[in-house]
């Protein structure tokens, strides 16, 4: 699949309202399938938004409630998702991506590995063990989810494992969407991959978040931004141009390894 469609559901999220928010998830993923796209990336937590005092509450198992609201989405749209939920694992809680495939079968779940302390996600929920990524039709694609942009070391290690994309579900704060820019260009230039980010946008709770989704390409060119507020954006993106960047400036045949 050289050309792929993507579709980014910026949305805000109601904290702490699973109903709400699922229903706003059910007409964001039947908007995407109805504009031709291939994929399309909810933001982290999209279900409850950082309502994580009541995780173990708001929580599903990975064979019930919201993954099975999306996998049934993915499924009746005929479009594969992706987006961040509470997952709860026995007794303990992480924060979950899920991939979904156009048929509604979950394909592989990313815990987040780096959990954010400033928001207090360390003390209510458990950090994931291992990075993920999947060979998927357009490319071997990699999950994470926002304060991991912070880690370089994670997005370098899905490149040299043969990475071209990466997906990442935000709730990213209006107050630092600078430093969202900056990292995810960064990321998608010295990976030499594309980078899709959805983030959420408006008021949650006592934060506003910044939204600026946007899809970075392999040479670091903007395809398609959002604004501040809640909206989708749909572009399309050419996955050949990942090998041809990669001939361009070889970095990972570059790479001292041997050093670092």
């Known amino acids: 699949m050289a050309k792929l469609s993507i579709s980014l559901a910026q949305m805000q999220i109601t904290l702490g309202d699973v109903k709400r928010n699922t229903a706003l998830m059910v007409s964001m993923v039947a908007e995407a399938a109805r504009r031709g796209s291939h994929m399309v990336v909810f933001p982290e937590l999209w279900s ?5 005092e009541n995780a173990k509450e708001l929580a599903s198992e990975l064979n019930g409630g919201t993954f099975v609201q999306m996998g049934t989405a ?21 924060n979950s991506s899920a991939f979904f ?38 490319g071997n694609t990699g999950l994470a989810i926002c304060y991991d942009l912070r880690f370089p070391e994670l997005f370098r290690r899905y490149a040299v494992e043969g990475a071209k994309m990466m997906i990442i579900s935000a709730e990213w704060p ?4 600078e430093h969202w820019r900056a990292l995810l260009i960064a990321r998608a230039i010295e990976n030499q991959c594309y980078v899709v980010a959805t983030n959420a946008a408006g008021e949650t709770g006592e934060e506003v ?6 899809i970075v390409d392999p040479w670091g060119k903007v ?9 989708m954006l ?11 960047v990669r001939k361009r400036i070889p970095v990972f045949d570059d790479r001292r390894d041997d050093v670092y």
């Open 48 to 52: 409850t938004g950082y309502a994580t």
């Open 74 to 94: 993915a499924q009746q749209n005929k479009i594969s998702v992706v987006g961040s939920v509470l997952e709860k694992r026995g007794v303990t809680v992480t």
């Open 101 to 138: 495939a156009p048929n509604g079968r979950m394909l592989g779940v990313y815990r987040k590995l780096h959990l954010f302390g400033l928001m207090h996600e360390d003390e209510w929920l458990q950090s994931g063990g291992s990075p993920l990524a999947m060979d998927l039709p357009w």
């Open 174 to 177: 209006l107050v630092r969407v």
């Open 209 to 214: 978040f910044g939204g600026h989704s946007i």
């Open 223 to 231: 395809i398609v931004e959002g604004g501040e507020s809640p909206m």
């Open 234 to 244: 749909t572009a399309e993106i050419e996955m050949d141009l990942v090998d041809e």
